[in-house]
């Protein structure tokens, strides 16, 4: 990763991956995109921030935390002025 990334690490023990049926690289990914949602979602990360999370545009990424019942839309006057700076 590039120096404007940080790396976190977490120990998930064999037997979970094994039970779920993933790989290191899906779990990665689905806790990414868990992360992403649950931040966007509880307003501690803007969409566009949260789209780069997990590597997709805003657009995208607004259409998916919708279809995922996530309200896109719950805007504080300032909160609404930084999304559309």
Not at 19 to 45: D, V, Y
Not at 68 to 82: F, P, V, W
């Given at each position: ?7 976190i ?9 094994l039970?779920?049926?993933m790989?290191?690289?899906q ?5 990414r ?9 509880e ?8 789209a ?13 935390a ?12 300032n ?7």
């Amino acid at each position: 990763m590039g120096s404007n990334h940080r790396e976190i690490k977490i120990s998930i023990p064999v037997e979970v991956l094994l039970s779920a049926s993933m790989t290191e690289e899906q779990i990665t990914k689905e806790l990414r995109e868990m992360l992403a949602f649950k931040l966007f979602s509880e307003g501690k990360l803007t969409s566009g921030n949260a789209a780069k999370l997990i590597g997709m545009s805003r657009v995208a990424f607004l259409f998916e935390a919708s279809r995922r019942g996530i309200d896109i839309l719950s805007y504080s006057e300032n909160e609404l002025h930084r999304e559309l700076a």
